[in-house]
């Protein structure tokens, strides 16, 4: 049974460009978070998608979005990207409704240059 | 504004003795909290939880506690191993009004244990 996996694993953009992460949740599960992890410090949430809608978003300009498929894949874009958004990103994966736990994938570290 | 917050950024401890890590939080409408533990080159990997509505939860050598007046949790561990040196993240969760439940996270511990 495969977890959560994330593409690519590590990527190097220059600024003002734009990068696509993608991310398969985990069997079974039906909703995706993405969480932004900078050096030395905890993941902070981006937005939550479920029933291919974005439901919850955290304090993130609007050049992050997002996208759910329908088999409940998800891909996070950042368009005119900065320094400051080098980072590892991490998708995490749950079953829709209740509270119970998040399965991380192992991140996609993106290097802006 | 950090609604989960971890105070100890490090920890070193022996090997063989109790690893506590510390996490409080400031919203009353958190009920569920969890403790991740990340190793790194990997994402986090869920530890152990415990609803709003428990004061304990055990799981062999981990042990989660929650003191909601105070609005305070612990993770114990006993007795600490080597393997268990890695970063360990604090997060919490709160149903929103889209009816999803949206989770947020400490800035970490990381536990080093000493051989």
């Known amino acids: 049974d495969a977890g959560v996996t994330q593409s690519p694993t590590h990527l190097i953009k220059t600024r003002g460009q734009q990068v696509t992460l993608r991310c398969s949740p985990k069997?079974?599960?039906?909703?995706v978070s993405w969480y932004q992890q900078a050096l030395g410090q905890g993941p902070q949430f981006i937005f939550q998608?479920?029933?291919?809608?974005e439901r919850q978003r955290g304090n993130f300009p609007d050049r992050f979005s997002g996208h759910q498929f329908p088999n409940y894949s998800s891909e996070l874009n950042v368009n005119a990207l900065l320094l400051g958004d080098s980072a590892l990103y991490l998708c995490?994966?749950?079953w829709g409704s209740g509270a119970n736990v998040l399965t991380f994938g192992a991140g996609s570290r993106l290097t802006v240059l | 504004d950090q609604q989960v917050k971890q105070n100890s950024p490090s920890l070193s401890v022996q090997e063989g003795r109790i690893s506590i890590l510390n996490c409080d939080y400031t919203?009353?409408?958190?009920?569920?909290f969890l403790w991740y533990k990340k190793y790194p080159a990997e994402g986090p990997t869920f530890l152990i939880s415990?609803?709003?509505?428990?004061d304990k939860n055990e799981d062999g050598r981990f042990t989660v506690f929650l003191n909601k007046s105070a609005k305070h949790l612990s993770l114990h561990i006993v007795p600490s191993q080597p393997g268990d040196s890695a970063v360990y993240f604090c997060?919490?969760?709160?149903?929103?009004?889209?009816?999803?439940?949206?989770?947020?996270f400490g800035t970490g511990t990381r536990l080093k244990v000493l051989a």
């Open positions: 995490a994966s749950n």
């Open positions: 069997s079974g599960h039906d909703t």
């Open positions: 998608y479920y029933e291919e809608e």
């Open positions: 919203n009353s409408m958190f009920d569920y």
């Open positions: 415990i609803s709003s509505i428990k």
């Open positions: 997060a919490a969760s709160l149903l929103t009004t889209s009816g999803t439940y949206k989770y947020i």
